[in-house]
């Protein structure tokens, strides 16, 4: 009895490996000399075993699956552009919204509201003719806590987080940020950047941790931790590391630009933090816009890579052979359009190249219409089909959505778990940089506080973008209920009764207050809307004149002048520098940049321990990576109470009209 019942147990993985002999696996690729070079550069990593069991029933769903099935599985449409119904009808494997997208296009959407959305996606894709039904994943651009919905904490950007040098606060804010997106209904987050900036002309750099490729690589393993747990868990996620590779040092800093390097430099610079995450279990990679051109390690002629999206050498050769990586591939948004023949809805390159799942979220239709036509006629293997789908419920399986659907955990619903102030407050107080500090700080309470820039009081200012809508913009403080700004703090300290607010600095007249504290920034911005393009200098007074010159109305009248600065990224600030007796660099501190008060006040013995993750320019005109002849404040720099320094004044240089 015991040698039948074994052997019956046996059957269904016996019969799941037949099936499995119907797929056929992709044929070895045969590279180039060029290519070979590029791989290569690429330390061999150890890739971790497949569960046999899991695998056979994997294999089993693909070889019953039709094609338009499989390709629905790697299809990722907009929830802006596609209904429940439509999942159903066309067998969609994951969703998305992105920046500015939310459930009947409300932006102050319930918690209710998203996960009944969240619901009925998941009804209509296990709903259909099927065999086996499979669970939708829907995904979304949480970078900075679940920063699309209304309600939710948001956390300080990563160039914050990196000046903080504390990966353990990075887990925590991911376990956090997890549970808040788990609340809506929703199982993926499009997280970490691990980008290694090299030019903050770049757009997205308050995205990257750091310009040091081993805090990349320490931070972004940390949230990865922290998003996924153990993947099964109530309050987990998928995690998506991004963008592979070498985003984060195009030329001249142009979003979706030129990556130039050797091969050696850009796997190790580039590829540090992807070693770190896939160590980490991250389970999807996204591809990045930018372009590689692999330069001669000895002056030779350059080979141009082309766009990374059609780019098989790194993607299959590097990323899925090198590394190891055996979770799913996604694309960015539309970003196949950019692939030489390609369009936004058809692009067998990039399917070629190794990409498993698709943003396209507008022409999804068209999209698997052509695919389906590029696998007919040949242009598409059916072995690359059946790898991509193959990966992607593998990825749905190791999450556990085949036994328990996302819907089933205690957070779903709980518009409690979207928020924790006291861990953002204590990510705020950990991520500013004090610069300066000629006696000024700390502030005790009692004094007689002037506010002034318009900054102070708006939270759009304090976030930047990716909060709420793509770009941060469109909004106003009405959309942000839950936080603080740095007036509502500095109030809250020090009494409403001794704080004047004036925006424009018209109250300012000497004698009449003890103090100004002065908040200027950037306003919000995101990807290439946020490039500095040469020959533009990357300087904060001549892009914000207006605000520079709020600074210079209450500047040497002999009251101390305590400067705030929100800034997606280090730049050319000398000039603000001697117009303050005390400067702090806030970076972008998320929904509570009050908690900057408590620091400025000295409240409980708090100090600044925050330490810059990137050099601070002395120029307006900085070359790429900031050398140590154009640093004014080298990366590492950061004052205290505990450690006081006196700046004193420093040596200002012309700000031109462009750089030479």
């Known amino acids: 009895m015991k040698i039948r019942s074994a052997l019956v147990s046996l059957i269904p993985l016996i019969a799941a490996a037949c099936a499995a002999s119907t797929i056929s696996a992709p044929a070895a690729p045969i590279w180039s000399p060029a290519e070979q070079e590029a791989i290569s550069a690429w330390d061999q990593r150890k890739a971790g ?31 802006r552009y596609i209904t429940p119904d439509q999942v159903r009808e066309h067998y969609i ?16 959407a319930k918690v209710t509201d998203w996960t009944a959305l969240a619901a009925a996606y998941a009804q209509a894709a296990t709903s259909t003719d099927m065999k086996v039904q499979i669970p939708i994943v829907w995904g979304i651009d949480a970078v900075h806590g679940n920063n699309n919905v209304y309600g939710a904490t948001i956390y300080p950007h990563n160039i914050g987080l990196g000046a903080a040098h504390d990966p353990a606060l990075v887990e925590r804010i991911g376990r956090a940020t997890a549970k808040s997106v788990r609340a809506t209904g929703i199982s993926w987050a499009f997280a970490p950047t691990v980008a290694v900036v090299q030019n903050q002309r770049w757009g997205r750099t308050y995205e990257s941790y750091s310009s040091d490729p081993t805090e990349v690589a320490a931070n972004g393993a940390a949230l990865i931790r922290g998003l996924q747990g153990n993947l099964t868990g109530e309050g987990d996620v998928i995690a998506s590391v991004k963008h592979f590779a070498g985003d984060g040092g195009t030329f001249n800093g142009v979003d979706q630009g030129e990556n130039r390097s050797t091969a050696k430099d850009y796997a190790r610079l580039h590829g540090a933090g992807y070693y770190a995450a896939l160590d980490a279990n991250v389970q999807t990679v996204m591809i990045s816009y930018n372009s590689w051109t692999m330069l001669d390690q000895a002056g030779g002629a350059a080979t141009a890579f082309g766009k990374m999206h059609g780019n098989k050498a790194l993607v299959t050769g590097v990323l899925k052979g090198r ?62 089909i059946d790898d991509a789908v193959t990966r992607i419920l593998r990825v749905k399986f190791r999450m556990g959505l085949f036994d328990k659907p996302t819907s089933a955990s205690r957070y779903t619903g709980d518009a409690a778990a979207l928020a ?74 020090y009494g409403a009764a001794n704080v004047t607010y004036s925006p424009d600095g018209s109250a300012f007249a000497p004698g009449k207050f003890d103090a100004v504290i002065a908040v200027v920034g950037e306003t919000p911005y995101a990807e290439m809307k946020g490039d500095v393009r040469w020959p533009a200098p990357l300087a904060f007074s001549p892009r914000f004149p207006a605000q520079s010159a709020i600074l210079a109305k209450v500047s040497g009248q002999g009251v101390p002048v305590v400067t705030l600065l929100y800034s997606g990224r280090t730049e050319y600030a000398t000039d603000l520098l001697n117009q303050s007796d005390a400067f702090v660099a806030a970076f972008l501190p998320g929904t509570e940049a009050g908690a900057l008060a408590d620091l400025l006040a000295g409240s409980r013995q708090l100090d600044f321990s925050a330490r810059l993750s990137f050099a601070w320019p002395a120029t307006a005109c900085p070359s790429g990576g900031y050398p140590v002849a154009e640093q004014l404040f080298a990366r590492g720099y950061g004052l205290s109470y505990a450690m006081p320094k006196r700046t004193g004044r420093l040596t200002e240089q012309a700000i031109p009209a462009m750089c030479p």
């Open 49 to 79: 075993p497949l569960d046999p069991a899991t695998e056979a029933r994997i294999a089993s769903i693909v070889a019953g699956m039709t094609l338009e099935q499989k390709i629905g599985q790697m299809t990722e449409p907009d929830i």
């Open 420 to 493: 924790d102030r006291p861990l953002a407050q204590e990510a705020v107080r950990k991520s500013a940089v004090l610069l300066k500090n000629d006696g000024a700080l700390p502030l005790a309470p009692g004094k007689r506080i002037l506010v002034v820039g318009a900054a102070a009081d708006s939270f759009p200012a304090q976030l930047g973008g990716w909060s709420m809508t793509w770009q941060g913009d469109e909004t106003d403080n009405a959309d942000f209920p839950v936080g603080e700004t740095m007036l509502g703090g500095i109030r809250r300290v």
């Open 323 to 384: 590394l190891g990586f055996d979770g799913l591939v996604v694309s960015d948004w539309n970003a196949i359009e950019q692939v030489p023949g390609c369009t936004t809805d058809h692009c067998p390159q990039a399917i070629n190249a190794g990409i498993d799942v698709f943003m396209v979220p507008e022409k999804w239709q068209s999209f698997i219409a052509n695919t389906v036509a590029d696998v007919q006629e040949g242009r598409v293997p059916m072995a690359r």
């Open 93 to 108: 494997g994951t969703i998305l919204n992105g920046g500015g997208a939310w459930p009947d296009m409300n932006k102050h």
